[in-house]
């Protein structure tokens, strides 16, 4: 079966330091492998995507992810962390197996708490 | 994503009533999903509709129903809304032609049953 752990509730991370969230998967077959930010009380923000390709992948914001199939894992980073960051983060696995596809695998989701 | 509109906001109402929430979008997309959000959870997949004669179950449908009336409109129904259904619910959009294309979601709907 399809899945996506975010192992860490929570991430704490001081302005100006470099912040990693970590995403693993297990799929059969090749991962298309998404983001999503949640700021409070708004829905989900798409950041970035892998399908194909260069493993590191570049999104919004100044987030960028890293595809490792040997780890299979997929974790957002960002060189230099923003108070304004701070928010819920969500990886997210396409099912290509569920009917037609249609369905994405949410991750638990990680809270990001940047402090000045 | 104002592109997506959900309405109501915010919405209590009491065990066995009838509850609607509605979706509409002016992204021009063919595909449509409701989502719950249940802290811890992630979110999960209600129903989907890849255009308005397609509607599919996703993976929690039980008490719920779904009306796509437009290409531009989706809602969902709680015949009989009961305490566990109290949750943060999300509709979302995406473009036809691919597994790739991402979700855009609406700023959800909070719903509590009391």
């Known amino acids: 079966a399809q899945s996506v752990a975010q192992p860490e509730d929570q991430v704490n991370v001081a302005e100006g330091n470099p912040l990693t969230v970590k995403c693993t998967y297990s799929?059969?077959?090749?991962?298309?492998l998404f983001w999503y930010v949640q700021y409070p009380n708004r829905g989900l923000q798409f950041l970035l995507k892998?399908?194909?390709?260069?493993?590191l992948v570049k999104g919004s914001y100044g987030f960028e992810a890293e595809f490792n199939k040997s780890q299979t894992s997929f974790h957002l980073k960002k060189p230099s962390a923003l108070v304004s960051d701070s928010a819920l983060y969500f990886c997210?696995?396409?099912?290509?197996?569920?009917?037609?596809?249609?369905?994405?695998?949410f991750g638990q989701g990680t809270e990001l708490s940047v402090k000045p | 994503d104002a592109d997506v509109t959900q309405t109501p906001r915010n919405r209590i109402t009491k065990t066995g009533k009838r509850i609607m929430l509605e979706c509409s979008q002016t992204k021009g997309h063919d595909r449509m999903y409701w989502y719950r959000q249940d802290p811890g959870l992630g979110l999960r997949l209600i129903y989907y509709s890849f255009d308005v004669k397609d509607i599919n179950k996703g993976e929690i449908s039980d008490g719920y129903s779904v009306s796509r009336q437009a290409q531009a409109k989706f809602s969902l129904s709680l015949e009989s809304a009961i305490p566990n259904q109290t949750a943060l619910y999300f509709c979302?959009?995406?473009?036809?032609?691919?597994?790739?294309?991402?979700?855009?979601f609406g700023d959800g709907t909070r719903l509590s049953i009391l």
């Open positions: 979302a959009t995406s473009m036809a032609g691919g597994n790739n294309q991402p979700q855009h």
């Open positions: 997210a696995v396409r099912d290509f197996f569920y009917n037609q596809g249609g369905k994405l695998i």
């Open positions: 799929v059969s077959g090749n991962p298309y």
């Open positions: 892998y399908i194909t390709g260069d493993n």
